[in-house]
T-cell receptor
Framework: EAQVTQNPRYLITVTGKKLTVTCSQN?????MSWYRQDPGLGLRQIYY???????DKGDVPEGYKVSRKEKRNFPLILESPSPNQTSLYFCASRESGGKGGYTFGSGTRLTVV | SQQGEEDPQALSIQEGENATMNCSYKTSINNLQWYRQNSGRGLVHLILIRSNEREKHSGRLRVTLDTSKKSSSLLITASRAADTASYFC????????????FGKGTKLTVNP
């Protein structure tokens, strides 16, 4: 089944403890992206990648890192999480030059205390 | 930066009625996409319309794009209770990038 898989689905962590949210897609898509969703603010793009080793900042990149060493994986790294990074995170992918939109993962609900 | 703005913020209709949601944006775009989200779940892509297209259909969905007014609309015909969800527009593709900006969404409730 074509899908974007995020792990974990839920995570509670403490301020300052580094964490990684993994994202993997099995559709051979070139484009991948991370979003966070907050009440009243909607979805905001954190980082996106247009191919292996090609990443760029979205609207809210501060406090996050990403890497794209392989086409299928696009992990989101929080080096020193803070409570304002408590949010619902989504990873998504789509093929380049395609007429379709993004396929989204099921989301990761992160709480930083 | 907020690009797409949906209107209305919330819409409640009866099953069988049509639902129309609007999206306005500020800068030039390469494409505009509509997504649906059921409560707390991942978004599902509905339709992508390119800046040189004016209208697209997919099943009961009809999307229009007016680049002169910087606006788009999503029409769901003969709505069903299962259409209850939040609907988002997203604008992107400027300068060949994949920077995608979402609106805050319209929450649609279809009453049986």
């Amino acid at each position: 089944e074509a899908q974007v898989t995020q792990n974990p689905r839920y995570l509670i962590t403490v301020t300052g403890k580094k964490l990684t949210v993994t994202c993997s897609q099995n559709m051979n898509h070139e484009y991948m992206s991370w979003y966070r969703q907050d009440p009243g603010l909607g979805l905001r793009q954190i980082y996106y990648s247009m191919n292996v080793e090609v990443t760029d900042k979205g609207d809210v990149p501060e406090g996050y890192k990403v890497s794209r060493k392989e086409k299928r994986n696009f992990p989101l790294i929080l080096e020193s999480p803070s409570p304002n990074q408590t949010s619902l995170y989504f990873c998504a992918s789509r093929e380049s030059g395609g007429k379709g939109g993004y396929t989204f993962g099921s989301g990761t609900r992160l709480t930083v205390v | 930066s907020q690009q797409g703005e949906e209107d209305p913020q919330a819409l409640s209709i009866q099953e069988g009625e049509n639902a129309t949601m609007n999206c306005s944006y500020k800068t030039s775009i390469n494409n505009l996409q509509w997504y649906r989200q059921n409560s707390g779940r991942g978004l599902v892509h509905l339709i992508l319309i390119r800046s040189n297209e004016r209208e697209k259909h997919s099943g009961r969905l009809r999307v229009t794009l007016d680049t002169s007014k910087k606006s788009s609309s999503l029409l769901i015909t003969a709505s069903r209770a299962a259409d209850t969800a939040s609907y988002f527009c997203a604008t992107g593709g400027q300068g060949g990038s994949e920077k995608l900006v979402f609106g805050k969404g319209t929450k649609l409730t279809v009453n049986p």
